[in-house]
């Protein structure tokens, strides 16, 4: 994983002494279950320097942000009884690759595990149900369950004994987790066979019973329940493998008028590299020799390839369909956009929704509370149960504690986030953490900012209405000549509008912006003003005879503007920003989920509603300066609205923090992305929909998995406490107990792939 990195300056005696912020990623070995999460980050929060630590249960990675040593945050995981190494020596294709090595490893070893305890165990079941009671009366009876529990022993030992590993550790370090209750419920039934075997005249006659075989069977069945659950957790880094898999390998660069292949860890800023046909950019760049059209559908789901020619920048990862192109790399490596695409992919895949922290925290107690609940109901039966008091003792306790391993409940929500993230990732949807994923389900008002995001934010000159200036041409020479030195977003239209013509511009002096109002300067000896009836009211133009035709242009969602020459209008010149094919359907969507859309531009209030009524708003804020924009934000907040906003300029940037959800357009500036919550790749609002409805999917499934992992742990400890036996003369058995919490991790894995089918419909 990337590492991002800034500056904290603190002084002292008159130096500067800097320390490093970084987010840094560990790969964990030996994590069972979901108390091991707040274990492990709980050790880690504790480090001197360390300011957060997120663990990935699925994945087994831990995120740490703050300035401790990579030394020093493997040195406290492995002090509190786990394996972990740095993942930032690595290429994310080579950690991929080792990974899915490591879990194949890890799966064949299970299920070979599995087979010896199996092996063992399904005889010793068919055995018991075709002979029936297994209990120790006579010397051969004895001699012949010696041998079978140095055997069981042996299953111990060879299927079991990370089990037991785990649990030692975890005692050492003061601590219970999945491990535990393993090793105890197996431990447990086998002493007390042996002890049956050894000394059967201590144990009452009715209890003369051995549990062999529940101690092989459900070793057998929580080894098979792991091995599924790694393989199913497996299918979860698609999303991963998919955007890896569109880096290309190598790159062709000219270096001393050569052209030469070379790998692409190779490339340096400034590299001059060569893409022909049917190849993919191998790094971020600029065009300076060619024409092509390029596919970008893979990073942003736009499908119509896109025309490129010298100055276009052209994003790794895309793929060159037409003409050969020579380009100059401006970001190589991990600094590539693709690059940054996987990297935030990975991030939000590895944080934790707050419904995830819930999970965590009742792991942390839950197991001791378990064991509590087991040694009670042992109590229990040893002195209220009938004879033998001591066998539904230990069959109570062993069940109680195999049970309620809480395996399920660490998978229930990182599975789904990973599904869910990685699903909206493929819709060119980039969800920046799991707090956004799950707070975008809830969302009830969204605020479209108006230029780049409701329009196409290219406006163009439609219509050009002469007051006292000769020509046409005459007035956008003018106009033209003067909005060169104005950074107004209008700006560009009338000056490409003149370049169009033909039109040479001429030199500005005196300029000057007029916030709010428009621009002057002067071109030619002749004064010039430019901007809204603000500015001509202020500087006493007469435009009495005119406000009637520029009130028609804004009905018509043009945006009109005056201007005058020498202290007299000239004419009113009207520039219209299209709005996006997509932005009405899109809109449509969002308010059939019951969403209120609200549109807020600094466009005047004329042109602002003829744009909302063409896409079917109904509340709007026009005017609004940039500043005043997050206000808006917050007077919903303030009104009980779950606020998300959608905006791609850089005045945006307050609104998007301030916001529940931000949503930046990705074809926006970087300032918005890096304000946002969640980026939209392909720039169309229908991602907003698919961002929303992949976030309740997401939830949903989040829903399904805990209250199923809650329910299977917490109701299942009754039955395993014997609470049917005295209405039904029904008591569980250890190897059910088991069988059980093998296949409801399962379930929960299956369960969370089930959002891989997921697709949100474009209504």
Not at 542 to 566: H, L, N, W
Not at 603 to 612: G, H, S
Not at 630 to 642: N, P
């Amino acid at each position: 994983m990337d590492s991002k990195s800034y500056q904290v300056e603190s002084h002292c005696d008159d130096s500067v002494a800097r320390s490093v912020i970084k987010a840094q990623e560990l790969i964990i070995e030996g994590a069972g279950c979901a108390s091991c999460v707040g274990k492990i980050e709980g050790a880690l929060k504790k480090v001197s320097g360390v300011e957060d630590a997120v663990m990935n249960f699925t994945q087994r990675t831990v995120t740490v942000t703050g300035s401790a040593s990579m030394n020093t945050l493997i040195k406290v995981v492995e002090g509190a009884g786990y394996i972990a190494k740095s993942s930032d020596s690595e290429s994310e294709n080579d950690l991929l690759e080792e990974k899915e090595k490591a879990d194949w490893a890890y799966y064949k070893r299970l299920m070979r595990e599995m087979t010896i305890a199996l092996s063992l165990g399904v005889p010793l079941m068919i055995y018991s149900i075709v002979v029936g009671e297994m209990t120790v009366t006579t010397t051969l009876e004895r001699l012949a369950w010696l041998t079978v529990g140095l055997l069981t022993l042996g299953v111990m030992f060879f299927s079991g004994k990370h089990f037991y590993i785990g649990a030692w550790k975890s005692f050492v370090n003061h601590s219970a987790n999945m491990d535990t209750l393993i090793a105890l419920g197996t431990g447990t039934a086998w002493i007390y066979s042996m002890v049956v075997v050894f000394f059967p005249l201590v144990v009452p006659e009715m209890a003369r019973h051995v549990y062999f075989e529940a101690t092989a069977m459900i070793i057998g069945l929580i080894d098979l329940g792991l091995a599924l659950e790694v393989k199913a957790r497996g299918r979860t880094s698609d999303a991963i493998k998919r955007l890896i898999g569109l880096q290309a390998k190598t790159a062709r660069v000219i270096r001393d008028g050569k052209e030469l292949d070379i790998a692409i860890e190779q490339v340096l800023l400034d590299d001059l590299v060569r893409v022909r046909p049917g190849e993919k950019m191998p790094v971020d760049g600029v065009v300076v020799e060619g024409h092509t059209a390029v596919d970008e559908s893979m990073l942003t789901g736009e499908p119509m390839p896109v025309e490129k020619t010298e100055g276009d920048e052209v994003v790794a990862g895309t793929l060159n369909k037409s003409g050969s192109i020579l380009f100059r790399a401006t970001r190589v490596g991990k600094d590539t956009a693709l690059a940054q695409i996987i990297n935030m992919v990975k991030r939000a895949q590895n944080s934790k929704p707050p419904i995830g922290r819930l999970a965590d925290i009742i792991s942390a107690y839950f197991v001791p509370v378990i064991m509590i609940i087991a040694v009670s109901s042992a109590l229990m039966w040893l002195n209220f149960g009938p004879s033998p008091a001591v066998a539904f003792a230990i069959v109570s306790a062993t069940t109680v504690l195999i049970i309620a391993c809480p395996c399920a409940l660490g998978l229930a929500t990182p599975m789904s986030v990973m599904v869910g993230v990685g699903k909206a990732a493929e819709a060119g949807v980039l969800i920046r953490n799991g707090e956004a994923l799950q707070t975008a389900s809830k969302i009830t008002a969204m605020i479209l900012d108006k230029t780049g995001t409701i329009t196409v934010g290219a406006p163009k000159v439609t219509a050009v209405h002469l007051a006292g200036a000769d020509s046409e041409d005459q007035v956008l020479q003018l106009a033209a000549s003067l909005e060169v030195g104005s950074e107004h977003p209008l700006a560009l239209s009338i000056i490409e509008s003149g370049r169009e013509r033909g039109l040479e511009l001429a030199s500005v002096d005196q300029f000057r912006a007029i916030a709010g109002h428009g621009v002057e300067g002067m071109v030619g000896g002749q004064r010039l003003l430019f901007g809204n009836q603000k500015l001509m009211d202020n500087e006493q133009i007469d435009i009495k005879g005119y406000i009637s035709v520029a009130q028609a242009m804004a009905t018509e969602a043009q945006t009109p503007m005056y201007f005058a020459i020498d202290g007299s209008l000239a004419a009113i010149i009207a520039v219209s920003d299209p709005i996006k094919k997509d932005s009405i359907s899109a809109i449509k969507r969002l308010q059939n989920n019951g969403i209120r859309v609200v549109m807020l531009t600094g466009d005047n209030r004329a042109t602002a509603k003829a744009v909302a009524q063409k896409v079917g708003i109904t509340e709007f804020f026009a005017e609004v300066l940039p500043e005043h924009k997050s206000d808006k934000v917050a007077e919903l907040q303030m009104a009980g609205e779950i606020v998300g906003m959608t905006g791609d300029g850089i005045n945006d940037a307050p609104a998007l923090a301030l916001a529940n959800v931000g949503f930046a357009i990705g074809t926006g500036t970087d300032v918005a992305i890096e304000s946002a919550d969640v980026t939209l790749m392909r720039g169309s609002l229908h991602g907003l929909a698919d961002a929303i409805a992949v976030s309740k999917a997401t939830l949903r499934n989040i829903k399904q998995n805990l209250i199923g992992a809650f329910i299977y742990n917490v109701a299942g400890v009754p039955f395993a406490a014997g609470v049917l036996y005295p209405f039904f003369g029904v008591l569980l058995s250890p190897i059910i107990a088991g069988a059980a919490m093998a296949f409801s991790s399962l379930t929960v894995v299956s369960n969370a792939n089930r959002l891989r089918l997921f697709k949100a419909e474009e209504h």
